[in-house]
């Protein structure tokens, strides 16, 4: 059983910066993949970015590549998502999430457990 709990969204201007955090409970944090997730008024969530297990492997979107970095730090049990040069069409409430499936398949791996989300408003 993973629990996770996002931190560090807020307001942000249009090119402006933000980070977000999740910390994870359980001694097994290590063995999961972990990933960022976003979801915007009325539309679906998609996928933003995620990180293999060891850290050794990561994957982003189109929309977000050269933007934004994600990373983790096991010893700490916390993933982050750097983002820089905000737009506004990244304003969205932004989830975390744990998968124990092969790094070989993320982002499409099943994503075991969520967490609740943290919001993200880029102005213009």
């Known amino acids: 059983q993973v629990q996770l709990v996002e931190s560090g969204g807020g307001l942000a201007q249009d090119g402006g910066s933000l980070r977000l955090s999740c910390a994870a409970s359980g001694r097994t944090f290590s063995l999961y993949n972990m990933g960022w997730f976003r979801q915007a008024p009325g539309k679906e969530r998609e996928f933003v970015a995620a990180v293999s297990w060891s850290g050794s492997y990561t994957v982003y979107s189109d929309s977000v590549k050269g933007r934004f970095t994600i990373s983790r730090d096991n010893a700490k049990n916390t993933m982050s998502l750097q983002m820089n040069s905000l737009k506004p069409e990244d304003t969205a409430v932004y989830y975390c999430?744990?998968?124990?499936?092969?790094?070989?398949?993320?982002?499409?791996?099943?994503?075991?457990?969520w967490g609740q989300g943290t919001q993200v408003t880029v102005s213009s």
């Open positions: 999430a744990a998968s124990a499936g092969s790094s070989r398949y993320l982002p499409t791996t099943p994503w075991d457990y």
